[in-house]
C-alpha cells in the first residue's frame, strides 16, 4: 500500500490525528521516521550507544558537542569524533495498555493509547534500522504482552502485531511490567516508557529506580489527551474514572483552575522526580506531531 | 425603619430564591468518564474549603442582593439627624379647614378664608406618598382622599353657612388618625378660632398631635342679626356681633316692604313696633348696615297672624286646665267659644280629649271616637314613665304616672311617647292625651310649661299647624303646606354666635383643643413635627449595585 502524501509535508509534522487517517500504524511509523530522519540527518541514539572509532576535521553543521576540546587545546585545530555503532544495544519498548490510555478528550483526535502505539512503533523503527535489537512489552493490569528484544528481519512486523494484539485492559499496574522487564533485559540496555502515568507513582518510580541502578537508560513519556489539561464540560457533570468504581461530581468552570494547577504540579512532580534519578522525562500530548516527539530525544 | 410602600416588602419572600434554586437544582448530572479522576478529586478536596466559602458567598451576596432590591422598592425611611430629613414617618392626618360663616369676613382687605386655605395648603403640601389625609369642612364630613384632591377640595371651598363645632370635631379627627396603624398622627386644625366655638375640651389622645393655627390678635368689628321674635305689636330684634362694635342702622321688611328702621349695637334688643298685618303666615327680614361679615347681616322670620282660638271646657275638664284656659283667656290668646273643646267626650269642632276618670266609661268614650269616625282608642293601662316628645320642647321630661295605651293609632299622628308608646295623639282634628291632666296622672299641670302648652295646644297643635321652626342655613325661609293651608315654616339663618368674632385667646385655645398652635408663616414648618427621615432606596440601590459587582467578581475571579 502507497502513501500519497505531498513530498512538500512531513508526516512527522503533522497533526497526529491527520497522519493517521492516512493508513495503518505501520505506515505511519514508516512515514513519520523517513520524515524525521530526512530532517535529522543523524541518528537520535548516536552516542550513547556506540564506541570512539576515529577523528576526522570539523565541517560547519557538526554539532558541537563532538568536538574534540583537548586537540583544540593543543593543537589549535578543530575535529570532531566518530564512533562506530554497537550491535549488541538493547531496547524495550514499555507500552501501556491500560483503559484509561483508550480515551480521548474529542472526536477526531487519537487516544493516547493510538498515540502511544504509533510513537513506539516509529520508534521501535528507528531503533531496528540502526541495527539495535527492540523489544516490546504491553501492560495493563498485567503485562499482556512481552516480545523479546531482536535485530533479525521481521522483528518490526511482530513488533506492531505485538501492540495491534493488545486490547485496551482495564487497570494499570505499572509496577509488574517493569518487574518483567528486568528479568527480560539481562544486559544493559535503554527502557522507553509510554504511558498516562496514571498509576502509584512512587511504586512504579521504584521500579525504574532498579532498572537504573541495573545501568539501563530509561526514558518515560508521559502521554496526556489536551482535555486532560484544560477542564471543560457541561456545567455540572459526573467524572466516571475509567479504571476504578470512583467518579466525582465537578462543576468544571469552578475547578478548572485548581484542577490545572492540581495536573501541572503532578507533571512537575514527575519530572523532579525522574531528573533525580537520572530518568528522562517526556510529557507530551496527543496533538504533538510525532516528529516533535521523536525530536525530544536529540 | 418605615416605609414609604410597605406592600412592597411581600417582595421579601424572593430572597429565598436563591436557596431554593440551589435546592430545587439538584439534579443528576450527566456522567461522563474521564481518565484523570485522581487529579479531580485531588483538586477537588484542595479546594473543597475554597469552594464551600465560594458558595456560601455568592449565596449571601445573591440573597442580599434580592432583598436590597426589595427594600428600595419599599422606600424605607430611616431617622436623619439634624433638618437634613426632607421626610417624615408615615401620618395619618386630619385638616379642619373651618370655613364656617365667621371665615368669610374681610379682614385687612382679604377675605379670612383664603389665609385658612393657604396654612391648609401648606400643611396639606407637605404631606408624603405614605401618608393617610382626611380633610374636614365646616359639614363635619371627614373626607378621605389623595394630596391633591384634597388640595383641589381646599382650594374650592367657600364660606359655609353652617358653624363647626371646631373642639367637637377635633376630638372626632384625633380618634380618626388614633386608629390609623402608622406612626404619625396628627390633627391641623385651621381655624378663626373665635372665643364662642371653644366649648369643652376635646381630649385629644396623647399620641395624637393636633396643630392649630394661632387665633389673631384682635377681633374685627362686627353686628349681625340674632333672635327675631315677633310679638304682639311688635318685633324684637336681638343685635348680635363683636363687643365694642359700635351701632348701626338696620332695616324692617315685611314681604319685601319696609316697614321700620332702628339702630342696634350688639349685645342689645332692639324693639321695632310694628302694626299687625291680616290673619296669615308673613314672611320678612332684618338688615343690618354692610359690614366685614356680610353672611350675618340679614336674617329673615316669619310672623303667624291668626285670631285667638274660641275654646270651651266641660265639667270634666279638671281644675289645672280650667285654671289655664282661664289664665290664657285673660291675657288675649284664648276666647271663649266652640272652636276647640276639652274634655272626655268629643265636641263638634277641634277637640282635646283625655280619659274618663272612671275606668267603667272607657268603653263609652271610645264608642264616642267610633261615632267621630277617629280610629284611634283608648287601651290598657301603661306603666309609669317620663314623656319623650321632639316636637315639644315643654314636655320634654316630664313624668306620667298614669296612663292608658292608644290603639289603632298610626306612627305619624303621635306627638309625645312615655316608654315608647304613644301618650299624645292627635287624629283629624283630635287631640287625645293618655292620661288626665291632673297631678294624679300626670306632673304636667304643675309643670312651669304647662300653660304655654295649653296656648299652643288650643292654637296650633289642634289645628294641625306646625311651629315655626329655625335651622341652620343660608338665609331664607320655607313654608311647611298641608293641602292648600300653610301649616308651619322653618327659618334658615346662620347660628348667632358666629357673629362675635372676637378670637379666643392662646391659653383657652391650648387647654380646650390640646394643641401646639403656631402662626401663618411657621404652620406649614411645625406640620409634621416627628423625626426628620431620609428616604434610603437610593443607597440600597447603590448596594445593590455593589453586591451584584461582588457576586459577579466573586462568580468569574474565583472559578
Given at each position: 500500500m502507497t502513501v500519497a502524501v505531498p513530498t512538500s509535508q512531513r508526516f512527522d509534522l503533522l497533526d497526529p490525528a491527520e497522519v493517521s487517517r492516512l493508513g495503518g500504524i505501520e505506515i505511519v511509523a514508516e512515514g513519520v521516521v523517513e520524515g524525521f530522519l530526512t530532517g535529522l540527518h543523524r541518528s537520535p541514539f548516536r552516542g550513547f550507544s556506540v564506541e570512539f572509532t576515529e577523528h576526522r576535521p570539523y565541517q560547519p553543521g557538526d554539532e558541537p558537542r563532538y568536538l574534540d576540546w583537548k586537540i583544540l587545546a593543543r593543537a589549535d585545530r578543530l575535529f570532531v569524533k566518530q564512533f562506530e555503532q554497537e550491535t549488541n544495544l538493547r531496547a524495550m519498548l514499555l507500552v501501556d495498555a491500560s483503559r484509561s490510555m483508550a480515551w480521548h478528550g474529542a472526536e477526531g483526535r487519537l487516544t493516547k493509547r493510538a498515540y502511544a502505539d504509533r510513537l513506539a512503533a516509529a520508534l521501535a523503527l528507528i531503533l531496528l534500522r540502526q541495527r539495535d535489537a527492540t523489544g516490546l512489552v504491553t501492560f495493563d493490569e498485567a503485562v499482556r504482552q512481552a516480545i523479546p528484544a531482536r535485530v533479525k528481519v521481521g522483528q518490526w512486523g511482530r513488533l506492531v502485531r505485538g501492540l495491534l494484539d493488545t486490547p485496551d485492559g482495564r487497570g494499570t499496574a505499572a509496577e509488574a511490567a517493569l518487574r518483567r522487564l528486568t528479568s527480560l533485559l539481562v544486559r544493559r540496555g535503554l527502557v522507553i516508557l509510554i504511558s498516562d502515568l496514571l498509576f502509584d507513582r512512587d511504586l512504579a518510580l521504584t521500579a525504574l529506580r532498579y532498572l537504573r541502578h541495573r545501568g539501563h537508560q530509561v526514558i518515560v513519556y508521559h502521554v496526556m489527551d489536551p482535555a486532560e489539561l484544560d477542564l471543560g464540560g457541561p456545567p455540572e457533570v459526573r467524572f466516571r474514572d475509567l479504571e476504578s468504581p470512583a467518579s466525582v461530581v465537578v462543576r468544571p468552570r469552578e475547578l478548572a483552575r485548581a484542577y490545572g494547577e492540581t495536573v501541572r504540579r503532578e507533571i512537575a512532580a514527575w519530572r523532579a522526580t525522574c531528573r533525580r534519578h537520572g530518568i528522562a522525562y517526556h510529557h507530551v500530548t496527543t496533538d504533538l506531531p510525532f516528529g516533535l516527539a521523536l525530536r525530544l530525544l536529540t | 425603619m418605615s416605609f414609604l410602600h410597605p406592600l412592597a416588602l411581600a417582595g421579601l419572600a424572593a430572597a429565598a430564591i436563591p436557596a431554593l434554586l440551589h435546592l430545587l437544582e439538584r439534579r443528576v448530572p450527566p456522567e461522563l468518564p474521564f481518565p484523570a479522576v485522581r487529579y479531580l478529586a485531588d483538586a477537588e478536596r484542595r479546594s473543597a474549603r475554597r469552594l464551600r466559602l465560594r458558595h456560601l458567598l455568592l449565596l449571601v451576596l445573591r440573597t442580599a442582593l434580592i432583598v436590597a432590591i426589595v427594600l428600595a422598592a419599599a422606600r424605607p425611611l430611616v431617622p436623619s439627624r439634624g433638618?437634613?430629613?426632607?421626610l417624615h414617618p408615615p401620618t395619618a392626618l386630619v385638616v379642619i379647614l373651618d370655613n364656617s360663616p365667621s371665615s368669610g369676613v374681610v379682614v385687612d382687605g382679604r377675605p379670612l378664608l383664603d389665609r385658612l386655605k393657604l396654612a391648609a395648603h401648606a400643611a396639606l403640601a407637605r404631606a408624603a406618598a405614605g401618608d393617610r389625609l382626611w380633610l374636614v369642612l365646616a359639614d363635619g364630613v371627614a373626607r378621605a382622599g389623595s394630596r391633591d384632591a384634597l388640595v383641589a377640595a381646599v382650594d374650592s371651598a367657600h364660606p359655609d353657612s353652617r358653624r363647626l363645632a371646631v373642639v367637637a370635631a377635633t376630638a372626632r379627627a384625633a380618634r380618626l388618625v388614633e386608629a390609623e396603624p402608622v406612626p404619625g398622627r396628627e390633627v391641623h386644625l385651621v381655624s378663626?378660632?373665635?372665643?364662642?366655638?371653644?366649648?369643652?375640651?376635646?381630649?385629644?389622645?396623647?399620641?395624637v398631635r393636633v396643630l392649630a393655627l394661632a387665633p389673631a390678635d384682635a377681633a374685627p368689628p362686627n353686628r349681625g342679626i340674632g333672635m327675631l321674635q315677633p310679638t304682639d305689636g311688635g318685633l324684637a330684634v336681638a343685635v348680635v356681633g363683636t363687643p365694642g362694635t359700635p351701632p348701626g342702622p338696620l332695616t324692617v321688611r315685611l314681604r319685601g316692604r319696609p316697614v321700620a328702621r332702628a339702630i342696634g349695637a350688639p349685645g342689645t334688643t332692639v324693639t321695632v313696633s310694628l302694626s299687625a298685618p291680616g290673619p296669615g303666615w308673613w314672611a320678612g327680614d332684618v338688615e343690618l348696615e354692610a359690614d366685614e361679615l356680610r353672611a350675618d347681616d340679614a336674617r329673615p322670620f316669619v310672623w303667624r297672624v291668626a285670631p285667638p282660638a274660641r275654646v270651651a271646657t266641660g265639667a270634666d275638664a279638671g281644675p289645672f286646665l280650667t285654671a289655664a284656659i282661664g289664665v290664657l283667656r285673660d291675657a288675649g290668646r284664648l276666647a271663649a267659644g266652640s272652636d276647640v273643646s276639652f274634655g272626655e267626650r268629643p265636641g263638634p269642632g277641634a277637640s282635646v280629649l283625655f280619659p274618663p276618670a272612671?275606668?267603667?266609661?272607657l268603653g263609652q268614650a271610645n264608642r264616642a271616637l267610633a261615632a267621630r269616625g277617629v280610629t284611634a282608642r283608648f287601651a290598657a293601662p301603661g306603666t309609669a314613665g317620663p314623656i319623650a316628645a321632639p316636637g315639644l320642647p315643654g314636655l320634654a321630661g316630664v313624668s306620667v304616672a298614669r296612663r292608658y295605651r292608644f290603639s289603632g293609632v298610626d306612627s305619624a299622628a303621635v306627638l309625645a311617647t312615655v316608654n315608647g308608646e304613644p301618650w299624645l295623639v292627635r287624629v283629624g282634628n283630635v287631640v287625645l292625651f293618655?292620661?288626665?291632666?291632673?297631678t294624679a296622672w300626670t306632673a304636667l299641670p304643675a309643670a312651669p310649661g304647662f300653660v304655654p302648652f295649653v296656648d299652643a295646644l288650643a292654637n296650633r297643635i289642634v289645628r294641625g299647624e306646625a311651629d315655626v321652626h329655625e335651622a341652620e342655613g343660608a338665609a331664607r325661609v320655607e313654608f311647611v303646606v298641608a293641602g292648600a293651608d300653610t301649616t308651619g315654616a322653618t327659618v334658615f339663618r346662620v347660628?348667632?354666635?358666629?357673629?362675635?368674632?372676637t378670637p379666643a385667646r392662646a391659653a383657652m385655645a391650648r387647654r380646650a383643643l390640646g394643641a401646639e398652635l403656631a402662626r401663618d408663616a411657621d404652620f406649614a414648618a411645625a406640620a409634621f413635627a416627628g423625626p426628620r427621615l431620609a428616604e434610603v432606596s437610593g443607597l440600597l440601590l447603590v448596594a445593590a449595585l455593589l453586591l451584584a459587582a461582588a457576586e459577579l467578581g466573586v462568580a468569574t475571579l474565583t472559578r
Open positions: - | 433638618t437634613t430629613g426632607t378663626d378660632l373665635q372665643r364662642t366655638a371653644l366649648e369643652g375640651t376635646a381630649d385629644a389622645p396623647r399620641d272612671d275606668p267603667a266609661l293618655g292620661s288626665r291632666l291632673d347660628d348667632p354666635r358666629e357673629s362675635d368674632l
